[in-house]
């Protein structure tokens, strides 16, 4: 089950999509938490996202997208996922749509 989740912040997206994605044994995968993860441990990619927050900017659009792209490719999201957070605007979603497209896969409902 490949699964979208969306909805206005404090809502409750996250709270029910961990839930919702452990009950189908799938990978809840939201940006916030990648991001906040690699601030944590100080990865480039958690460098510059710091930065970009500090500054009050957003992280692009480009590095979104690679970031969920590189994680819709790791093993356990193969079979399914739950993605939390993603796609924020037409462009993201395009490029969601190519990226699944080249693996084959599709979205089985947005909620």
């Known amino acids: 089950m490949r699964l979208l989740i969306m909805g206005a912040p404090g809502a409750g997206k996250g709270t029910q999509g961990k839930l919702l994605a452990a009950h189908l044994g799938i990978p809840a995968i939201s940006t916030g938490a990648i991001f906040r993860d690699n601030v944590q441990r100080s990865t480039p990619l958690g460098l510059e996202v710091k930065r970009l927050m500090d500054a009050g900017d957003f992280v692009p659009d480009s590095v979104v997208e690679q970031i969920v792209a590189d ?41």
């Open 71 to 111: 994680r819709l490719d790791q093993a356990d999201a193969s079979d399914g996922f739950l993605l939390d957070g993603f796609p924020r605007t037409v462009g993201q979603l395009h490029t969601l749509d190519a990226h699944l497209e080249e693996t084959g896969r599709q979205i089985d409902a947005a909620l």
